[in-house]
């Protein structure tokens, strides 16, 4: 059974600071990974997609990589800003599946 | 992104009473939806998996007769809280994805539900 794990579950950083977001996972059978945004009482916005033969996406100030043969993704996040803070999670789509798990959430708050 | 949408956003109803939500996919057609609940600080946990004009598959633990739902159209997957309890109060998050290559999924905004 694929579990997803988060670390750290929270994190505050000052605004500026450039920080990364660790998730693992424990089968490497993998079809894709995608990293999430949830507000309080939001619902998620997709950030990246990686596929399983990707090493990395970016979007602007953000930068995926994955590693499948180890299990680790890392979610990159350059120049924090306040509007920044909000439960980030990854989840993985499993290999010839079609259900998404996902891991347990770094909580993210940027300070002024 | 793709945009999916839920109705209501929120919704307070009395025990014992049957709520309906609604998930459309904006502007993609949704071979697959996905509904998920989630506590407070908790991640979210797949209910049931469903795809267009077939039954839908649930996951180990969710009654079926319970939350019933209906992916009658390629935009358009509803979810429907039968004799809705106190303890069926949560975040119901309802998840989209298109067929082939385009294989991102997308979720919608949330539906808060109380059961008083």
């Known amino acids: 059974k694929q579990e997803v794990t988060q670390i750290p579950a929270a994190l505050s950083v000052p605004e500026g600071e450039n920080l990364v977001l660790n998730c693992s996972f424990t089968?490497?059978?993998?079809?894709?990974l995608q990293w999430f945004r949830q507000d309080p009482g939001k619902g998620l916005t997709s950030l990246l997609l990686i596929q399983s033969s990707q090493r990395e996406q970016t979007s602007g100030r953000l930068n995926a990589s994955l590693d499948k043969s180890s299990g680790r993704s890392t979610l990159y996040i350059a120049a924090s800003q306040p509007g920044d803070s909000a439960t980030y999670l990854c989840?993985?789509?499993?290999?010839?599946?079609?259900?998404?798990?996902f891991g347990t959430g770094t909580q993210l708050k940027v300070e002024l | 992104g793709a945009v999916v949408s839920q109705h209501p956003s929120w919704v307070i109803c009395k025990s014992g009473t049957s709520v309906k939500i609604e998930c459309r996919s904006l502007d993609f057609q949704a071979t697959t939806m996905f509904w998920y609940r989630q506590f407070p600080k908790q991640s979210l946990m797949l209910m049931a998996t469903?795809?267009?004009?077939?039954?839908?598959?649930?996951e180990q633990g969710v009654e079926k007769d319970k939350f019933l739902i209906n992916h009658a159209s390629l935009t358009l997957s509803t979810l429907t809280v039968t004799s809705a309890h106190p303890e069926d109060s949560s975040f119901y998050i309802c998840?989209?994805?298109?067929?082939?290559?385009?294989?991102?999924?997308?979720f919608g905004p949330g539906t808060r539900l109380t059961v008083l």
């Open positions: 989840a993985v789509r499993a290999g010839g599946g079609n259900k998404l798990t």
């Open positions: 998840s989209a994805r298109g067929a082939g290559g385009y294989n991102e999924q997308f």
């Open positions: 089968d490497s059978a993998i079809y894709n």
């Open positions: 469903s795809n267009e004009g077939s039954k839908a598959t649930y």
